[in-house]
């Protein structure tokens, strides 16, 4: 069980809360982009514009509380592993665990030997996350977006899994 603070609650995007979730979570993700000083622009995040159709084959989480998103994570099957994506914690949620529990969430989703992920190099605690879970780093990336953002590859290990005891 992910531990969540009284009146929060964890949730799957679903057809039918999608067209909102959408919206609500672009906002949330704008948020956490201003605060690292990085401009949100959806055409470059364009999963979001259609959560459903972007993660049919896979699933996106929202943790709400306190009237709004709190964090997200997601993941879609590509190849043989999973990606993992869109990790984003509001200020007011970091530092109790939630964005270790839905990242062992997500790594513990599908029957795939791997999980790939890229992070921009400016979100160190979740870099320090991936670590602490035995994922290795790869290269880094330039992306074609407004702020020529780099990225950082991680991965696990062929076979390894970050273990699924969320409490």
Not at 64 to 69: C, K, P, S
């Amino acid at each position: 069980m992910i531990p969540l603070p009284t009146g929060w609650n964890l949730r799957v995007v679903t057809p039918a809360t999608a067209a909102a979730d959408s919206l609500a979570v672009a906002a949330h993700i704008a948020s956490i982009y201003t605060e690292f000083g990085l401009e949100f622009d959806l055409q470059f995040e364009d999963d979001l514009i259609d959560l459903d159709a972007s993660y049919s084959t896979g699933r996106f989480w929202i943790i709400e509380g306190a009237g709004r998103i709190q964090a997200t994570a997601a993941i879609l099957p590509h190849g043989g592993a999973r990606i993992f994506k869109r990790l984003y914690i509001a200020p007011t949620a970091r530092r109790g665990g939630i964005a270790r529990a839905l990242f062992r969430l997500a790594c513990a989703w599908g029957d795939f030997p791997r999980t790939e992920l890229w992070s921009d190099v400016r979100f160190r605690n979740a870099h320090q996350l991936y670590l602490s879970e035995g994922f290795l780093q790869g290269p880094t990336r330039v992306l074609d977006d407004p702020d020529r953002s780099v990225e950082r590859s991680f991965w696990s290990p062929p076979l390894a899994r970050p273990r699924l005891v969320l409490a």
